[in-house]
């Protein structure tokens, strides 16, 4: 069963984006706490990050660094990673973190698909 890892902090991301991904074959596991990740996404083994820009104390750009150091070091497997952007001028911030893709918020399902292809087929490249 594939597991995406929902890196955010409000209801509505959560919500919106369980609704877009989750399938009955696939589970969303949901991270509150950015300073967590490295140690959830060791136990979940995500096969998807969706990162929100707003998230705790770290900020997407954070957990996306951390996520990208510990893969290096062999702590995870790569996976694709998502950023949920707050404005289409992040997109610099985006590419700056090492995210394989991004949308911007608020954002359709399909848009949230969209993004999640593009990512999986940028690590699968």
Do not use: C, N
């Amino acid at each position: 069963m594939p597991t995406v890892l929902l890196v955010a902090d409000d209801d509505w991301i959560r919500h919106d984006v369980e609704a877009a991904l989750a399938e009955p074959t696939t589970r969303v596991h949901t991270v509150t706490d950015s300073r967590a990740v490295v140690t959830e996404a060791y136990e979940a083994g995500p096969d998807l990050y969706v990162v929100d820009m707003q998230v705790g104390s770290m900020g997407g750009m954070a957990v996306t660094r951390a996520i990208k150091d510990a893969v290096g070091q062999g702590i995870l497997r790569a996976a694709p990673i998502v950023l949920l952007l707050d404005r289409s001028a992040d997109v610099f911030l985006g590419r700056r973190a090492g995210a394989d893709a991004w949308v911007q918020k608020p954002f359709s399902a399909q848009e949230l698909r969209a993004a999640r292809d593009t990512a999986s087929a940028e690590v699968a490249g």
